[in-house]
């Protein structure tokens, strides 16, 4: 597998002085080519700047960032191949459904016109309807219609869903993930749903405050993440040494996340008479940007 992109500390501050805000911080970290990675962090964690930076839409302070091996700022050679749906994607005023769908090929090389048309039904998008009497779910659903029918090399959806229902979010997910296996490609997905993307996700990035918590793949997070329960001096004992992500305590009953635990490390803990209990990928985002007694590290890649 080869990287598709590579950010090497990459920093972002918009304004200066006392009011400078700091959107992202020293992030390092390289996403492999033909995956689904998951950008996950709670609101204004600096996901958006972040894929603003991989786009070439805003420079970065400091720090070097290639995709497809060169710089994405005004580079057309990179940005030909990067599709970035975004939600506040603004359109000509006039412009209906049709247009953006007719207009679409001369921005993406790989358009599917065919598929688009599919997909249009599916959500039931109204084509002739302007873009700026669409319902906040409609105009989500054309920019999912318009991200999956691009087949960019490289696609970003910065929380894609807003105002989509149940119904449509599903769609969604079960059209990205039969398109991606049969057009593998590079897929940023940013979200807050995390639950619901979950399985969908193969590598996880979860930033907080700028900073990257968690670089890790996917299953190698599902798998490796317990919560441990017990008695408060046997979670304390077991925990020693190990990478906690979260702790909580009530009375003499204590809660530890404990990232990379092996087999070995489980059988140890039963043998404690501690009990175990897995942590889905929402656990553990909420438990890593909402701070436990121990700073985080590199997930279960540590
Ligand atoms: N142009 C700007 N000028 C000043 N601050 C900005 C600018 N753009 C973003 N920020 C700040 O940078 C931080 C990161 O914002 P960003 O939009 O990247 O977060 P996010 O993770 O996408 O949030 P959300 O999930 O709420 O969309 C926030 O504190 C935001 O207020």
Redesign the pocket.
């Known amino acids: 597998m080869s990287a598709v992109i590579r950010v090497e500390g990459l920093e972002k501050t ?2 200066v002085g006392q009011n400078a ?1 700091h ?1 992202v911080r020293e992030a390092s970290f390289t996403l492999e080519e033909n995956r689904i990675h998951g950008l996950l ?10 894929m ?1 930076l991989l786009t070439g839409q805003e420079f970065a302070s400091r720090g070097s960032i290639r995709v497809f091996g060169e710089s994405p700022v005004e580079n057309a050679r990179v940005l030909d191949r990067v599709c970035f749906i975004k939600e506040s994607q603004r359109y000509p005023d006039d412009f209906r459904v049709a247009h953006v769908l007719r207009s679409a090929p001369w921005f993406f090389s790989g358009w599917d016109a065919d598929y688009a048309a599919e997909l249009v039904e599916r959500f039931r998008v109204p084509v002739r309807r302007r873009m700026k009497k669409l319902s906040r779910g409609q105009l989500s659903a054309v920019g999912v219609i318009v991200g999956l029918a691009s087949r960019a090399p490289l696609t970003f959806f ?2 894609p869903y807003l105002g989509l229902d149940a119904v449509a979010r599903q769609l969604f997910y079960d059209a990205l993930l039969a398109d991606y296996a049969e057009h593998p490609r590079t897929v940023v997905l ?1 979200t ?1 749903l995390i639950d619901e993307v979950s399985n969908l996700l193969e590598h996880v990035i979860v ?1 907080d405050e ?1 900073r990257i918590l968690i670089d890790a793949d996917a299953e190698a997070l599902r798998g490796s993440t317990i919560d441990v329960v017990g008695a408060r001096t046997a979670v304390d004992a077991f925990t020693a040494g190990r990478e906690v992500l979260h702790r909580a305590s009530l009375g003499g009953l204590a809660t530890a996340t404990v990232a990379g635990l092996d087999e070995a490390g489980r059988a140890s803990a039963r043998a404690a008479g501690l009990e175990l209990a897995p942590v889905s990928l929402q656990q553990l985002v909420i438990r890593t940007t909402t701070g436990g007694e121990a700073a985080p590290a590199n997930g279960a890649d540590a």
């Open positions: 918009f304004g805000v959107a962090g709670r609101n204004g964690a600096g996901k958006t700047t972040l603003q910065d929380e940013s807050h930033i700028g």
